[in-house]
């Protein structure tokens, strides 16, 4: 495999009331292009912010340090539009905007040098914001962090699909899901409505809703939790972006639901190759899904290895102290030990 992305000393700090709270400390990881990485870890252990510090989509409260080099083209022909997908602050899920930069094509890696924005304005990761909305889609916010410069990065929405762990948070209550959908295939791959409102009922139909033609005239309240779920795993890969990060994507729904879910992503993950990063709490679900995993623990990176080595034979306690976590409630689907699938 090729490297897709490259992490190198990442580290991220969040100040709040005075003090400084590190969110990820110097981590150092590839990022494979066309594999199945999951980043699995306790509630504060980093997973997250390393998730929204790939995608740009980090508060300007953050202190950032490190780089990220990234080792791709975007599509020919693609275009550059301000993102219209949300961002969320880490804590909360509030949603917010993000206008990042182009992806411009280069033979070299692109580098991505992290420090301190211009704009001084503190927004706490605690507090979040929500951004206006328009019906043409949602209403920039300047100042936002991103891991890259601005015009070397790929682009959210283009490059980057983001799914996030609360769907009713990331879909907009007053517009038909169709149309949400549309607007990212209009503004990333500038199709006309028509063929935009088509693509986005091919969508639909992919991620396996019933009755396309009806559901893409719905609005995200008629809808159950899956569904919705469904629908914004449809809006992220929409414009057929190379990496689709999935951000605890199945942790507000019934175990059922979940399956389902995972299996969806794994089958749209091969069908349009893309790099999946998978961010979830839960080491048995990853270890369905994935072909890597990362442990991460109170901002470090304390193991890194294959899905068997990790569920089989992992060196590190906390590691093992997941696994007998599961063992204890469930010990059978712990993806058979012997005859792992991923």
């Keep these: 495999m090729t490297v897709l992305a490259s992490i190198r000393d990442l580290a991220v700090t969040y100040r709040r009331d005075g003090s400084e709270v590190a969110a990820l400390k110097n981590i150092t990881l590839d990022v494979q292009a066309g594999e199945r990485l999951a980043i699995i870890g306790e509630s504060g252990s980093g997973k997250s912010t390393l998730a929204l510090a790939i995608a740009g989509l980090l508060p300007q409260s953050a202190r950032i340090g490190g780089g990220i080099e990234w080792f ?19 804590s909360r899920g509030e949603i917010g905007s993000s206008a990042a930069g182009s992806f411009q094509p280069t033979s070299a890696p692109t580098t991505s040098a992290i420090g301190e924005s211009g704009n001084r304005r503190a927004i706490s990761p605690l507090e979040g914001e929500m951004s206006g909305r328009t019906e043409g889609g949602l209403v920039g ?37 169709g149309k949400q959908i549309a607007e990212v ?16 009922k091919t969508l639909l139909e992919r991620v396996r809703l019933p009755d396309p033609g009806s559901t893409i005239h719905a609005f995200p309240h ?57 961010i979830s709490h839960d080491i ?54 012997s005859g792992l699938n991923a």
């Design 185 to 200: 295939v209009r503004t990333h791959l500038g199709l006309g409505w028509p063929a935009s409102y088509a693509r986005a």
């Design 72 to 90: 791709s083209r975007p599509p020919s022909g693609a275009k550059a539009p301000p993102s219209v997908l949300p961002d969320i602050s880490p």
């Design 222 to 278: 008629q809808l159950s939790g899956g569904q919705k779920q469904r629908v914004a795993i449809a809006a992220a890969i929409a414009a057929g972006p190379k990496l689709l990060i999935a951000d605890e994507a199945t942790s507000a729904l019934d175990t059922i639901v979940q399956a389902e879910i995972v299996a969806l992503i794994r089958q749209l993950v091969a069908e349009d190759g893309m790099t999946l990063l998978f």
């Design 141 to 177: 916010r300047r100042g936002q962090k991103s891991a890259s410069k601005s015009n070397h990065t790929p682009l959210l929405g283009r490059d980057i699909g983001f799914v996030f762990q609360d769907p009713s948070a990331s879909l907009d209550p007053v517009m038909t899901v």
């Design 284 to 337: 048995a679900l990853a270890a369905e899904l994935a072909e890597r995993i990362a442990v991460f623990r109170h901002g470090d990176l304390v193991e890194l290895g294959g899905t068997r080595q990790i569920v089989n034979a992992p060196i590190q306690a906390y590691t093992r102290a997941l696994l007998d976590a599961h063992i204890g409630l469930d010990a059978e689907p712990l993806l058979n030990r």
